[in-house]
Structure formats: structure tokens, C-alpha cells
């Protein structure tokens, strides 16, 4: 069954702003995860990764979080843009798999 | 253009239809995966292929039957499927053993069963 899933299903944020896209998973032995994007009509695209034995990873305008205390992870991006407009899926990496969580929409507020 | 490329986008087919996806990678990678996305459910792991051999079968009805003939194409073969199998269908490859978790989608084929 699905072991990682997202907080909100829709996230509306102000231009400028920066959003925070949270995860919580249930597997304590989970060690990789990964955040994708998906844009209306095409397929999911991947935004960045951590592993376990990091708390903390960045990218550009993106950081993810990982706290195994509480077995969550966020997904932060500075200054929203309306190209960052998407559905927002975080997934774990098991036995080579991919598994996916429910997604959080994105809303850009002009 | 995306290194995955899925045909055909929509598919409206009846019950009783045989039809096909298909898949084809550029990207040289070793594996290739089906997805199913749902409205209001979580992309659906649907079979795995690495290396051509098909390595997981995700309790998949038999009226889905994929095929990959060589590492850069992969088809799903349809039959006698049902109204709540519309969906979209989602294609992937990676680099399996490259120890990263970056798979690469196709745009999906949306199917809508009549």
C-alpha cells in the first residue's frame, strides 16, 4: 500500500511568496526520497532527491527537508513563481521502485 | 521534446476493443516503466521491465498486457477493459543500478473506455 502521502491536496501561495509542500511517510526504514513536478499535460518531472543520512538538500530555489523523527519531509521553493503552477508529488525509492504519494496542487496568487 | 515519447495521447476505445500504447525511450537507459494515474489517487506502479525482463507485475489485471521487445520500446497491450480503466497512462525509463531515484516520463496517453 501506498506509504508516503501529502498533508493538502491544493496549496495556494502569492507570487514572491515561498511555498512549503510537506510529506509524511511511514516506514521508518525508508532511506530515499524524491520530489516530482507535474505540469498540466505532461508527465511527472524530478525535482530533487535526498537520502537519509542528510537532513537537508538544495537545489535551485528548492530545498527539501528530511526529519526521520517524525518521518517527514518538505519540499520549499523560494520566491513562487507562476511557472511553478503544478501538482507536486513526493515518492520513495523501494527495492527499485518508485512509489508515489497523492499529489498537492500548486495555486500562484497574482 | 522529452526523451520518452508515448503514442497515441487519447485513446477512446469500447469494452470490447483491442488496442495499444506504446512507448519508445531515447535516452539509453535499461529500464522501463507503466504507470497508471488516476484522478484523486496516487500514480499506480503497474509493471517494471529492466533489462527486457519483466521484473514486476503489480497484481495488474490480465486484461493489461505489457510488451518490451528491446530496451527502448515498451507497449501496453488492451482488451476487454472497463469504464473505471480510463485513466492516464504514464510511461518511464531510468538507468536502473544508477543508484538514483530520476525516472523520465512520457506525456501520457489518456484512455477513456467506453
Known amino acids: 500500500g501506498e506509504s508516503v502521502g501529502l498533508h493538502l491536496p491544493t496549496l495556494s501561495v502569492q507570487e514572491g511568496d515561498n511555498s512549503i509542500i510537506n510529506c509524511a511517510y511511514s516506514?521508518?526504514?525508508?532511506?530515499?526520497f524524491i520530489w516530482y513536478k507535474q505540469e498540466s499535460g505532461k508527465g511527472p518531472q524530478f525535482i530533487i532527491d535526498?537520502?537519509?543520512?542528510?537532513d537537508k538538500r538544495q537545489g535551485q530555489r528548492v530545498t527539501v527537508l528530511l526529519n526521520k523523527t517524525v518521518k517527514h519531509l518538505s519540499l520549499q521553493i523560494a520566491a513562487t513563481q507562476p511557472g511553478d503552477s503544478a501538482v507536486y508529488f513526493c515518492?520513495?525509492?523501494?527495492?527499485?521502485?518508485?512509489?508515489f504519494g497523492k499529489g498537492t496542487r500548486l495555486h500562484i496568487l497574482p | 521534446e522529452t526523451g520518452v515519447t508515448q503514442t497515441p495521447r487519447h485513446l477512446v476505445m469500447g469494452m470490447t476493443n483491442k488496442k495499444s500504447l506504446k512507448c519508445e525511450q531515447h535516452l539509453g537507459h535499461n529500464a522501463m516503466y507503466w504507470y497508471k494515474q488516476s484522478a484523486k489517487k496516487p500514480l499506480e506502479l503497474m509493471f517494471v521491465?529492466?533489462?527486457?525482463?519483466?521484473?514486476e507485475n503489480n497484481s495488474v489485471p490480465s486484461r493489461f498486457s505489457p510488451e518490451c521487445p528491446n530496451s527502448s520500446h515498451l507497449f501496453l497491450h488492451l482488451h476487454t477493459l472497463q469504464p473505471e480503466d480510463s485513466a492516464l497512462y504514464l510511461c518511464?525509463?531510468?538507468?536502473?543500478?544508477?543508484?538514483?531515484?530520476?525516472?523520465?516520463f512520457g506525456e501520457g496517453s489518456r484512455l477513456t473506455v467506453l
Open positions: 521491465y529492466n533489462f527486457k525482463e519483466q521484473t
Open positions: 516506514n521508518s526504514a525508508s532511506d530515499y
Open positions: 518511464a525509463s531510468s538507468q536502473m543500478g544508477a543508484n538514483t531515484g530520476e525516472l523520465f
Open positions: 535526498i537520502r537519509s543520512n542528510m
Open positions: 515518492a520513495e525509492n523501494r527495492d527499485d521502485k518508485i512509489i
